[in-house]
C-alpha cells in the first residue's frame, strides 16, 4: 500500500521480537496508572468531602499529593515511550485544569507562579514525546491546548487586574511573550530537520496567530514595547510568514504544507477585494491594485516551479487556488477593469503553460490546467459584452480544450472516467 513493500512472516516476526520489551513496559506502567486512579478514588471516599482539617489550602491530603505525583511520573514516562497514549495526555489535562482553574490561591503571585511552572512542566514532556515521534498528534495537540489555556488565562488575569489592581502588570504577560518565542525557536529546528511536517506547519500558524493576537489585544502597551499600529503589525507577521514559506518552497518546490502556508498568509487580498468592491469605476485598468501585483508576483513564483518540477503536482494544485481567487475577485463587483483583468491573466497564464507542455509532451499536469484555461477563457469570453467579435475566439477556446481533455485519456488512463465525463459536459 502506498508503495511499501509487503513483509515477510519472517521478518514480522523479527519485528515484533524486537518490540516485545517495550510492549512489556508499556503495559507494567498502565498497570501501575491504573493501580494509582484505584488508589486515589478509594482515599477520596474515604475523605469524604467531609471535615475542617484541613492545612492545606487546596484541601488536598498528603497520600493523594504523592499519588498524584506518582501518577504524573508515571504518564511522563509511557508518553516519551509512546507519545500516541492519549489517556495519559488526558490525565495531564486534568491535573493542569486542577492546579490552574481549581486550586486557585489567595495570594495572585504564588497562583501564577504555580501556573507558568505547571506550564513549563507539561511543554517540556509534550516536546519529549516529539522527540520520540515528530508527528504525534496527541503530543502536538496537548502544546496547542496548554498555549491556549495559558492564553484564555492571561486575558481573564488582565482583564481582572485592571479592574481590581489598577496599573499593576501581570507577570504572565512576559512569561506568555518568552513561551510563544521559544515555541516559534523550536519550530524553527524542527523544520529544518523535516520541512514537510504538516504538524509543525499547522502549529506555527497557531503560535503566530498568538503572537498577533498578544500585540491586538494591546498587551504591546503593557509591555513597554514601541507604540504600532495593528494592521502594521498584521500585515508585517503575513510578510515575514509568507517570506519563511517562500524560502522553504526554494529548497523544495514539492513542499505542499509550504504552498498551503503561503496561501492562509495570502489573506491580505481578502481586504484588497473588499476594499475594491466600493471603489469607483474612475480606476484605471493600467494601473493595477494591490490585490492584482500580489497575485501577478504569486503567478509569476509557482510557474518557476512548473518549469523546474513540471511533474510535481504540489505546485499545480496552488495555481489552481490562485485561479479561485482570481474568479472571487472578479466576481466581487460587476466591473470592466477586473473582467479585463481576468480574461488577460487567464490569457498570460494559458502562453506559459502551454510552453510548459510543449517542452513535456507527456506530463498530464501542464495539459490538464491549459484544457481548464481554455475552458476558462470561453466560459469568460461568452459572458463579455463584445460576444459577438469574439465568437470565433470562443470557439478555438472550445475546441482546444476538447482536443486536450481527448489527450488526457491517453496521458492518465487512471482518471478516464473523470475526463470523459468533462467532454460530455461540454457537447
Not at 203 to 217: A, P
Amino acid at each position: 500500500m502506498h508503495g511499501r513493500k509487503r513483509e515477510s512472516t519472517a521478518s514480522r516476526l523479527e519485528r515484533r521480537a524486537k518490540s516485545l520489551p517495550k510492549v512489556k513496559l508499556l503495559q507494567k506502567l498502565h498497570k501501575e496508572i491504573v493501580h494509582l486512579q484505584n488508589a486515589d478514588d478509594n482515599e477520596k471516599g474515604k475523605d469524604g468531602g467531609g471535615g475542617d482539617d484541613d492545612d492545606d489550602d487546596d484541601h488536598v491530603t498528603k497520600t493523594q499529593k504523592k499519588m498524584e505525583s506518582l501518577m504524573l511520573t508515571l504518564t511522563q514516562k509511557l508518553v516519551e515511550i509512546q507519545p500516541e497514549m492519549i489517556t495519559c495526555w488526558n490525565k495531564r489535562k486534568a491535573r493542569f485544569c486542577l492546579y490552574v482553574v481549581v486550586r486557585q490561591q489567595k495570594n495572585e503571585e504564588e497562583e501564577e507562579e504555580r501556573l507558568k511552572n505547571v506550564a513549563k512542566e507539561e511543554l517540556h514532556v509534550s516536546e519529549q514525546g516529539l522527540r520520540r515521534n515528530p508527528k504525534s498528534y496527541c503530543a502536538w495537540e496537548h502544546r496547542r491546548w496548554v498555549i491556549a489555556r495559558l492564553y484564555d488565562r492571561i486575558l481573564s488575569s488582565s482583564s481582572s487586574s485592571s479592574s481590581e489592581r489598577g496599573n499593576e502588570d501581570s507577570s504572565l504577560l512576559p512569561f506568555m511573550k518568552d513561551v510563544v518565542l521559544r515555541e516559534r525557536e523550536m519550530l524553527e529546528t524542527l523544520l529544518n530537520a523535516d520541512d514537510r511536517n504538516f504538524h509543525a506547519w499547522n502549529y506555527r500558524r497557531f503560535v503566530v496567530d498568538k503572537i498577533t493576537r498578544y500585540y491586538f489585544n494591546g498587551e504591546h502597551d503593557r509591555m513597554n514595547e514601541e507604540e504600532v499600529a495593528d494592521d502594521v503589525i498584521e500585515n508585517r507577521t503575513r510578510e515575514e510568514e509568507a517570506k519563511y514559506a517562500r524560502e522553504k518552497i526554494s529548497k523544495n518546490f514539492s513542499n505542499y504544507s509550504a504552498w498551503h502556508h503561503r496561501s492562509v498568509h495570502f489573506e491580505q487580498l481578502d481586504d484588497d477585494k473588499n476594499q475594491a468592491a466600493v471603489t469607483t469605476e474612475t480606476s484605471s485598468s493600467s494601473s493595477p491594485t494591490r490585490f492584482q501585483a500580489v497575485l501577478d508576483a504569486e503567478f509569476e513564483l509557482v510557474s518557476q516551479a512548473f518549469f523546474t518540477e513540471p511533474e510535481d503536482q504540489s505546485a499545480w494544485m496552488y495555481h489552481r487556488w490562485l485561479l479561485s481567487q482570481l474568479d472571487a475577485y472578479s466576481s466581487s463587483s460587476s466591473s470592466s477593469s477586473k473582467n479585463a483583468y481576468k480574461i488577460q491573466t487567464l490569457q498570460r497564464e494559458l502562453d506559459r503553460i502551454t510552453e510548459v507542455s510543449e517542452m513535456e509532451p507527456t506530463c498530464k499536469w501542464p495539459a490538464l490546467v491549459c484544457a481548464r484555461l481554455h475552458k476558462l477563457l470561453a466560459k469568460e469570453m461568452k459572458l463579455d459584452d463584445d460576444f459577438e467579435r469574439r465568437a470565433d475566439v470562443i470557439l478555438k477556446h472550445s475546441i482546444k480544450a476538447k482536443e486536450l481533455y481527448e489527450k488526457l485519456l491517453l496521458l492518465d488512463p487512471l482518471r478516464k472516467g473523470y475526463y470523459r465525463d468533462v467532454l460530455d459536459r461540454m457537447l
